[in-house]
C-alpha cells in the first residue's frame, strides 16, 4: 500500500499586518495582507533590511543599497544574487524555488532587481517582484 505525503498538500493562509498602521474603514481595526501579498512584503523587507540593522540576528539583510556606490562588476552581479537566494532561503520558510537576476544599467547609477519564488503550501503561480534601486545621492 502506497504512503500519501499529505504534508505538501495542506492548504495554509499567511496573514500580516500592514506597517503603516492605518485602520481598516469598516472594522477599525489595522490593516491585515493576506496570502502572497504579505510574502511579497515579507521578501521585500527581508531583502532592502542591511546587515546589522536587526538587533537579535546580525545576519539577516543584503547589502543591495550599499552596492549603488559602488563600481557595478560581474562579480557583484553573482554577489548579490546569491546574497538574496541565501537570505530568502534561510529566513523565509514560507518560500521556495527562489532565483533572482541583478542588472547594472550602464551611467544610469540604479540597480534593477527581479525576485522569482513559489510559495509554499499554497496553489499559486510563480510570484514575481521587480523593483530598481535609485542613489538620492548624485
Given amino acids: 500500500m502506497a504512503l500519501i ?8 493562509v499567511f496573514k500580516d499586518i500592514s506597517l503603516s498602521f492605518v485602520k481598516h474603514p469598516v472594522t477599525n481595526d489595522i490593516g491585515i495582507f493576506s496570502n502572497e501579498d504579505a510574502i511579497r512584503r515579507s521578501v521585500m523587507n527581508l531583502v532592502r ?17 550599499d552596492s549603488l556606490f559602488e563600481l557595478q562588476t560581474v562579480f557583484d552581479q553573482e554577489s548579490i544574487q546569491e546574497d538574496v537566494i541565501l537570505l530568502l532561503e534561510n529566513f523565509e520558510p514560507r518560500v521556495g524555488n527562489v532565483s533572482c537576476q541583478v542588472a547594472f544599467p550602464p551611467d544610469t547609477n540604479e540597480l534593477n532587481v527581479a525576485i522569482r519564488y513559489d510559495v509554499t503550501g499554497l496553489a499559486l503561480p510563480t510570484q514575481n517582484i521587480e523593483f530598481v534601486l535609485q542613489s538620492t545621492r548624485l
Avoid: Y
Fill in 5 to 12: 505525503d499529505r504534508s505538501k498538500n495542506k492548504s495554509q
Fill in 49 to 65: 533590511t542591511r546587515l546589522g540593522e536587526r538587533f537579535n540576528n546580525d545576519l539577516i539583510g543584503t547589502q543591495i543599497d
